[in-house]
Nanobody, 118 residues
């Protein structure tokens, strides 16, 4: 099981920016997609952004135009650039990698807290 380690979270004021990183401890045999999810207190985990093996991207409507997902294949790292942050963006953010072997295997990071507040 690969280990995914998120970094870059913390406290930021509304309107500010943060860049999350997700480093994998090993490379993957075949990546189907990589993504960021988040879970706010009292809410279900939701998809924030995803990037596929063909580099197509998709975003939750709530973050379109503000967040950008990208990846560095050479360093097995996934990024999420978050701009114009709002208090509603406060959540624990999780990194996810879908790996295809005989079946699809989901790898998850432990999550990192992002707090948007004055």
């Amino acid at each position: 099981q690969a280990q995914l380690v998120e970094s870059g979270g913390g406290l930021v004021q509304p309107g500010g920016s943060l860049r999350l990183s997700c480093a994998a401890t090993r490379s993957f045999s075949k990546i189907v997609a990589m993504g960021w999810y988040r879970q706010a207190p009292g809410k279900q985990r939701e998809l924030v952004a995803v990037i596929t093996s063909s580099s197509s991207t998709n975003y939750a409507d709530s973050v379109k135009g503000r967040f950008t997902i990208s990846r560095d294949n050479a360093n097995n790292t996934l990024y999420l650039q978050m701009n114009s942050l709002k208090p509603d963006d406060t959540a624990v953010y999780y990194c996810n990698v879908e790996e295809e072997r005989l079946a699809i295997i989901d790898h998850w990071g432990k999550g990192i807290l992002v707090t948007v507040s004055t």
